[in-house]
């Protein structure tokens, strides 16, 4: 075998660092010639016909794992290679294109010595490893193939969630995924409502490299909060977090997609893309807001505050979970022949920064999705001294400008809340206090909607929020005002699908970016959720931590 025979691409521009001469594992007659460059494993049938028709070029970025093993049968001398892939295909009829698995195995037998040929089939599994590890850019933490051991994973499955079948979900793709991977994972089945929370506050978080969930956002949703409730929650919140697609909303996962820039696609083929970056294991930063309920409660939260519409029909259609994701629609249907005002007062910090003496620039904050988490205070919008904006009205930066706001009364001093777990938020003060005097206060009192937003995707077909990323420092604070017609209401919620909601020119839709937010309900009764879960109903201030969490995502 000559592995330094130099072999390129076919381009030229890109040497094989390793050459040899296999057989296919199933057909022994058939010899192939593999090479491995820096970004592809080349394999080559050894045949009459033309070329291209016998070579397959795959690519390392889509490789998650490689290993060598030998037979126990001790007649066979050789050893064996096997390296899998889960490259995008599309399928002729579609546009669409979604991740496959595509294994490829080699026997190894040009040296007598089975020993030989042992350490050369292992000389090939370590290159292909380390060529597809150069794929991942680490930004901070851990990622898998840089550990000397083993990844250690615990993997929370919520048997319950979504159609109930995230348990065979697991059994079909995930376990042998894991395998492939070379992830040592341990299955904590859930047996009720905050198990997980439960099981992440107490667990010895040393053990584990990865906290997974295969479930629904509401899975996810306690383990976070049994994170942050823990007396060593800054290091416990430093624990990579992944997300597997089990449940009928599935809104990060979907976001995680979306940000991996592949086109967007459901169910099996939203896990495999999920299962295929839970592989790779590039960590990075995930924002996190954290929410003040009225009676002092504190909840950290990863992906939206719903108020109005949105948060009636995720709970009310509850009780259709059995059928998946279609549960929204029949939600939304009926929700739409009794539509609803909701009454209350809406106020919020825009993520505006303010200049000095030029006047007001209605600039954004640079987010900047790689930079380490700012401290919260970097990100406070406080007009200076002299500045001519102060005690201004003003437009902030709205897609519908038609919106009129008003500066409310300043304060002298802010004043913080600070007293339970978690980072402080330096943006709030309590609510039986008047709002600081950078904020914006709503004019309008009568909504159909409010929804603040973190992450791109409401549910699995729901672009909320497509210019939102991981870690930019931003919520996304949208409402619909009371007055739009029905019709105008189903287009836009249908628009949602693709996120074409903000292009359709409503003038009753308002999104705007802002840093906290305060919501006051006027009616006694109502629903407010955070990540989809019922949280206490009244006043409620949520303000955003960027990058607190860490998430193993794309
Ligand atoms: N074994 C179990 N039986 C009943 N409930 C459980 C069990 N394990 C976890 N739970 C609870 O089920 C709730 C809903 O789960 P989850 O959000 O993961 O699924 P889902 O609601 O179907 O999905 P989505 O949030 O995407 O709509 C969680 O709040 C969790 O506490």
């Known amino acids: 075998m000559d592995t330094r025979r130099t072999v ?50 795959l690519s390392l970025k889509d490789c998650v794992g490689c290993r060598s093993y030998c037979k126990d049968d001790t007649a066979d001398l050789a050893a064996y290679l096997v390296a899998y892939f889960y490259p995008l ?31 050369e089939a292992e000389k090939w599994a370590r290159a292909v490893r380390e060529r597809s590890a150069l794929y991942q850019y680490f930004r901070d933490g851990m990622l898998m193939s840089d550990l000397s051991r083993p990844f250690r994973m615990m993997l929370l ?66 383990v976070i909060n049994g994170l942050l409730e823990r007396p060593d929650w800054e290091e416990a919140i430093r624990t990579p977090l992944g997300v597997l697609p089990g449940g009928s909303g599935n809104a990060l996962a979907a976001s995680i997609h979306h940000y991996s820039g592949a086109s967007p696609v459901r169910s099996e083929e939203l896990l495999l893309s999920c299962g295929f970056l839970l592989c790779k294991g590039l960590v990075s ?53 009794s539509l609803r005002i909701y009454k209350g007062r809406l106020a919020y910090l825009p993520a505006t920064e303010y200049c000095n003496k030029g006047g007001l620039r209605n600039k954004m904050i640079q987010c900047n999705n790689q930079a380490s988490p700012l401290s919260p205070t970097s990100l406070l919008c406080r007009p200076s001294s002299d500045s001519p904006c102060q005690n201004t009205f003003y437009n902030s930066c709205h897609s519908n400008n038609s919106l009129t706001v008003r500066r409310t009364e300043s304060i002298s001093s802010r004043s913080t809340i600070n007293t339970l777990p978690g980072p402080p938020d330096s943006m709030l003060l309590p609510l039986d206090q008047a709002l600081p005097s950078d904020w914006v206060v709503v004019q309008e009192e009568d909504f159909v909607l409010v929804l603040a937003m973190y992450q791109s995707h409401l549910a699995e077909d729901l672009l909320m929020a497509p210019e939102a990323t991981l870690n930019d420092g931003i919520i996304h604070l949208f409402y619909i005002r009371a007055g739009i017609s029905r019709i105008a209401l189903l287009r836009l919620l249908l628009a949602m699908e693709k996120g074409a909601h903000l292009a359709a020119n409503c003038q009753h839709l308002v999104h705007t970016k802002v840093r906290a937010l305060r919501l006051e309900p006027f009616s006694p009764k109502g629903i407010i959720t955070v990540d989809g879960e019922v949280v206490e109903y009244g006043p409620v201030q949520a303000e955003v931590h960027r990058g607190l969490a860490k998430l193993i995502s794309g």
């Open 8 to 57: 390129t691409d076919g381009t030229g521009s890109n040497p094989a660092t390793l050459y040899g001469e296999f057989t296919l594992v199933g057909n022994r007659k058939v010899r192939c010639a593999v090479s491995l460059t820096e970004t592809d494993l080349i394999v080559q049938r050894l045949t009459s016909a033309p070329v291209e028709r016998n070579k397959v070029v």
């Open 285 to 337: 930063h995930m924002d996190l807001v954290s929410i003040r309920l009225s009676s002092g409660t504190r909840l950290f939260s990863f992906l939206s505050l719903a108020w109005g519409f949105i948060a009636d029909v995720d709970i009310e259609s509850e009780k259709y979970r059995h059928i998946g994701a279609v549960r929204f629609t029949i939600g939304t249907l009926v929700r739409l022949t």
């Open 89 to 119: 295909k599309r399928r002729w009829v579609s546009s669409v294109a979604w991740r496959q698995r595509v294994e490829q195995c080699f026997r190894l037998d040009a040296l007598q010595e089975p020993r030989a040929n042992q350490e």
């Open 157 to 222: 499955v919520n048997p319950q969630s979504g159609k109930g079948q995230a348990l065979a979900l697991y059994n079909s793709y995930i376990q042998q995924m894991l395998n492939e991977t070379n992830v040592l994972h341990t299955l904590i089945i859930t047996e009720r409502q905050n198990h997980a929370r439960e099981l992440v506050r107490e667990a010895d978080l040393s053990q584990w490299d990865a906290v997974v969930i295969m479930s629904g956002d509401g899975l996810l949703y306690e």
